[in-house]
């Protein structure tokens, strides 16, 4: 357990989220061992990767039992929607112990897991969004004449955890109709079962990270936005992000004061009152329409590649704000900002992100002397770092100016190559016009 005030702590994933994480978490006083699990390639300079799966429970308890562990943060959404925080709290309590977990319950973490869950609570507490129907095999009728009520494109989410990919933009009605059939007979599995229809925003969009202790304390982190099509000029499939961005110009004071007022207060009152004891990261999905803001969607972590830009932001120890989160003590500790801009830009496996070749060596990273959070790779036995998955690595600069921060994470990028690697080469320029 803890070593003279120090923590031990497990971090859940092996992502560019967790990769930036694990580097913000490391730089801490009051850390003793950082674990990560499993990792990849690039985090076992934070900390110690350990092989096991975040949602295996039991392996999960067992680490934090044999190491000795004082916080679990999670990082990805998985284990949060299967109730990864209920059971490793009933486990600790079981054995007379203390365990302190960054996440949410089930409960809470319906947010995510549930998309008919998230619009009907922002329904309860006037929480901004577009208007929406849920579509099942009973009530296909109503939902065919509400498609047929919306303008083109038309949008549809599977209701349930889809790995990014149940989300739909259509531009013809016929070809919704046609979805959404396909959609309700089982095109995504179980998470389709019922599907969201909405009506489409048009706007910019930007990500909001909220910290919550589940007792009203709160903490804002640095805005950010992040580009998902492959393409140059956001054009091509959608993808699990190709770059971020830190911060966004357009979320000014205003803008932001609307956003607390009308969609972060609201949400955490709303949660409150509903019972739902929200200790974690609340990610608001958001679209400036003409200066309001409206939720898109909720997560119940950080975003990825968004982590990767926010996290070099925080100018303090980012540990500390975490067990408040956790003990339901946030409101005395305060989180400064860094005044500078970062840019991210994604490396990505060449196919991505349709099908991609793994294990290709990765050669430049000894020579990079900025922030390069990895993503899919993988540390042989010999040291080599590989290719493990179509997201690869991220470079990653902070300057005085989004210009400037785009300038150097490209020079970082140029210096590292592997087989087919591709990036874009317009992340930022559209907040630079």
């Excluded at 009728?141 to 149940?166: C, H, I, Q, T």
């Excluded at 036995?381 to 210009?403: F, M, N, P, Q, Y």
């Excluded at 921060?405 to 690697?421: C, L, N, Q, T, V």
Aim: proline residues 4%.
């Amino acid at each position: 357990m803890m070593q003279e005030g120090k923590m031990n702590v497990l971090l859940l994933g092996s992502g560019g989220r967790e990769s930036a994480i694990a580097w913000k978490l490391a730089q801490s006083p009051l850390l003793n061992k950082l674990y990560i699990a499993p990792g990849n390639g690039g985090t076992g300079a934070s900390g110690e990767n350990i092989a096991l799966k975040p949602t295996d429970f039991d392996a999960v308890d067992n680490a934090v039992v044999s190491l000795g562990i004082d916080m679990v943060v999670a990082g990805n959404e998985d284990p949060l929607v299967a109730g990864l925080r209920d059971e490793l709290e009933k486990r600790a309590a079981a054995r007379g112990s203390k365990l302190l977990i960054v996440g949410p319950g089930k409960d809470g973490a319906a947010l995510e897991g549930s998309k008919d869950f998230a619009k009907r609570f922002m329904q309860r507490h006037g929480i901004p969004t577009a208007r929406h129907l849920t579509a099942t095999k009973e009530n296909l009728a109503e939902a065919r004449a509400f498609l047929a009520s919306l303008k083109a494109p038309y949008v549809l989410k599977a209701d349930g955890l889809a790995a990014g990919k149940g989300v739909l933009i259509i531009d013809s009605l016929e070809d919704a109709y046609r979805s959404l059939d396909e959609m309700l007979a089982g095109q995504f599995g179980a998470a389709s079962a019922s599907v969201v229809i909405e009506e489409f925003l048009s706007g910019i969009e930007c990500s909001v990270f909220v910290l919550t202790d589940g007792h009203g304390g709160y903490r804002i982190l640095p805005v950010a936005k992040d580009y998902k099509r492959v393409g140059e000029g956001d054009t091509g499939l959608n993808t699990g992000g190709m770059g971020s961005v830190s911060p966004v110009p357009f979320a000014d004071r205003t803008f932001m004061d609307k956003v607390r007022d009308r969609i972060v207060l609201p949400t955490l009152n709303g949660l409150i009152e509903e019972g739902i004891d929200y200790r974690g990261f609340i990610f608001l999905g958001l679209i400036n329409c003409g200066g309001e803001p409206m939720v898109i969607e909720y997560n119940v972590r950080m975003g990825d590649p968004e982590t990767e830009v926010v996290m070099p932001r925080i100018a303090s120890d980012l540990l500390p704000a975490l067990k408040g989160v956790a003990e339901g003590s946030l409101g005395d500790i305060s989180l400064e900002e860094d005044p500078r801009a970062a840019v991210a830009v994604m490396a990505v496996s060449g196919g991505y992100p349709g099908s991609y070749p793994k294990g290709k060596v990765i050669s430049g990273l000894d020579k990079a002397d900025g922030i390069v959070f990895h993503a899919g790779t993988k540390r042989c036995d010999d040291g080599t770092v590989v290719t493990s998955g179509g997201r690869v690595l991220a470079a990653v600069a902070l300057a005085e100016s989004i210009a400037d921060a785009a300038r150097k994470a490209y020079d970082e990028i140029s210096g590292i190559s592997f087989d087919g690697m591709y990036y874009r080469r317009d992340i930022s320029k559209d907040l630079l016009r």
